[in-house]
């Protein structure tokens, strides 16, 4: 399984971005997808996460200004960034928890190159 993240970027405070992450390769069913993201000097930490019913996880930091969401059929995922704030600086990782062969394996999970968020104030 193969995730491949995009979007990114630099912006000032206040403007949005958008994220997109699609898992390729052998996939049975993706049980959620999501990103994370890890500042300089800083543990990785949720930022958010989709599961297959529409559920969805954020962290209290990013409430009310991030979206997660996601197309089932293309296993892809996407995150919404808006009124961006220096702390949201980071590089964000794309997660997808994944069955690779049939319904009677353990999840696994897989994880997509880093893409850097940068936000200036």
């Known amino acids: 399984v193969q995730l491949q993240a995009s979007g990114g970027g630099s912006v000032q405070a206040g403007e949005s971005l958008g994220l997109s992450c699609v898992a390729s390769?052998?996939?049975?069913?993706?049980?959620?997808m999501g990103w994370y993201r890890q500042a300089p000097g800083k543990q990785r930490e949720l930022v958010a996460r989709?599961?297959?019913?529409?559920?969805?996880n954020y962290a209290d930091s990013v409430k009310g200004r991030f979206t997660v969401s996601r197309d089932g059929a293309k296993y892809t995922a996407y995150l919404q960034m808006n009124s961006l704030e220096p702390e949201d600086t980071a590089v964000y990782y794309c997660?997808?928890?994944?069955?690779?062969?049939?319904?009677?394996?353990?999840?696994?999970?897989?994880w997509g190159q880093g893409t850097q968020v940068t936000v200036s104030s």
């Open positions: 997660t997808a928890d994944v069955k690779v062969y049939s319904s009677r394996d353990s999840p696994r999970a897989f």
């Open positions: 989709i599961y297959s019913d529409g559920n969805t």
């Open positions: 390769g052998i996939i049975f069913s993706i049980n959620y």
